[in-house]
């Protein structure tokens, strides 16, 4: 078949795009004849499968995402595709795969003015094309929390699908570890006693980096001067950085970019914290579990549940308070806890319980596709992605 993917912007370490991108991948794999369509891409373009630019054009983030549904309204029908997977809420997909919280939710008491800006409007809008009773998505859902929630604002039929964590299988095990913390530590001139504290994200304020330096500030003495945050993923180290240097870590703490190379951060680090003021699922939370990982984390994380069932960390509840993240580090950089929180993580990904997200996905997605273009609809259907205008261009 011939399928559409359809997202945003790709960039390599966004934990949505590297989805989309495995799950495409898988899709190709079975011989299907995958394309891309996005309005930028950052980083090499695959040879198996093809990409379409769209561009970005509009003055505004609602600007932006309306013109390039517009787009794609106009593109698609030309492309005789057998159905499009779509992974930001987007009218007229066949399949949704569902990274994002219910916004409808998220306004239900604010302000009523607020579902008047252009930015609400059109995230209601989109997101209304894909839930809203009657509409034709299959909907792939990582957690089943926000399913209800749906229901309630849209009377969603049942057309949810809840998927596997998305960790991926990399073969690694406890016998790895050594190896990956002393390489780790001489390539960046640490010391081999150094305690490593890992933070990995792409959008440092939503991800929380702010709390865990201050977590990092409030160690005593003895453990801030073993203590080394590193910091992994692609945003402006900016008021991050002046931040630890306000509180005198600025050499403890260190901006290494969106990297390639996290899983072997991962094996080699001792803790990984995750302070999130909001994160629908938390993709590196399991990623780091299959790699051995403890982890802090805060509750508003998906994937917190499977820390807690792994006894592989600490989760922390809402609402947060930072003093509780200061004590839970303190704690959990003693050897013993370290130790018995990655035997149990270990033991946890052993069990399975991590993988199957991205081949069930992919499963879901030619099955929708192959039942649809075996038995087509009896009437005609409208222009794909047919978007209005709500007057705010």
């Known amino acids: 078949m011939k399928i559409g993917f359809v997202l945003f912007d790709y960039f390599p370490f966004g934990g949505l ?40 054009h509009g003055l505004t983030i609602p600007a932006r995402n309306r013109h390039f549904a517009r787009q794609l ?14 992974f930001n809420k987007l009218p007229g997909l066949d399949v949704y795969y569902g990274a994002d919280p219910c916004y409808a939710a ?9 579902r008047w800006l252009p930015r ?8 209304r094309a894909v839930f809203q009773r009657g509409a034709r998505t299959v909907i792939l859902q990582y957690i089943p929390r926000d399913i209800p929630l749906y229901k309630k604002f849209y009377g969603t039929e049942d057309r949810f699908h809840v998927l596997p964590p998305n960790a991926r299988r990399h ?32 959008d440092f304020q939503r991800k929380g980096l702010d709390r865990v330096i201050h977590a990092l500030a409030a160690l005593e003495p003895a453990l801030r001067t073993r203590a080394r945050l590193a910091v992994l993923g692609r945003d402006e180290p900016g008021r991050f950085a002046r931040l630890a240097d306000r509180l005198g870590i600025a050499e403890r703490v260190h901006f290494l970019g969106g990297r390639h190379d996290v899983p072997e951060w991962m094996l080699a680090a001792d803790l990984m914290v995750h302070a999130a003021r909001s994160e629908n699922t938390g993709s590196v939370l399991v990623e780091a ?6 982890e802090i984390v805060t509750e508003v994380c998906g994937y917190a549940s499977h820390v807690a069932a792994a006894r592989a960390g600490k989760v922390l509840p809402e609402p947060f308070d930072q003093a509780a993240l200061d004590r839970a580090l303190a704690e959990s950089l003693a050897p013993d ?32 596709l ?21 007057g705010h261009g």
Request: proline share 5%.
């Open 171 to 202: 073969g690694s095990s406890a016998d790895d570890q050594p190896a990956a913390r002393r390489r780790v530590r001489e390539q960046n001139s640490w010391s081999a006693d150094a305690l490593i504290v890992l933070f990995v994200g792409s």
């Open 289 to 294: 579990l299959s790699l051995g990982l403890p």
């Open 106 to 114: 998220a306004l239900e008491g604010k302000p009523f003015w607020k």
């Open 370 to 390: 192959a039942r649809r273009r075996a038995k087509p609809l009896a009437t005609p259907q409208p222009a794909r992605l047919n978007l209005t205008t709500d």
């Open 120 to 127: 609400y409007r059109q995230y209601l809008q989109f997101e």
């Open 17 to 56: 795009e590297r989805d989309c991108f495995r799950i495409a991948s898988l899709c190709a794999e079975q011989g299907h004849e995958v394309t891309f369509f996005t309005r930028t891409w950052q980083g090499e373009q695959p040879a198996h499968m093809k990409v379409e630019l769209l561009g970005r």
């Open 73 to 86: 309204a106009e593109i698609l029908p030309r492309r005789e595709l057998d159905g499009v997977a779509g």
């Open 337 to 368: 806890v370290l130790a018995s929180w990655r035997a149990n993580a270990w033991t946890y990904a052993a069990t399975g319980v991590l993988f199957g997200c991205h081949e069930r996905a992919a499963e879901i997605i030619i099955e929708t």
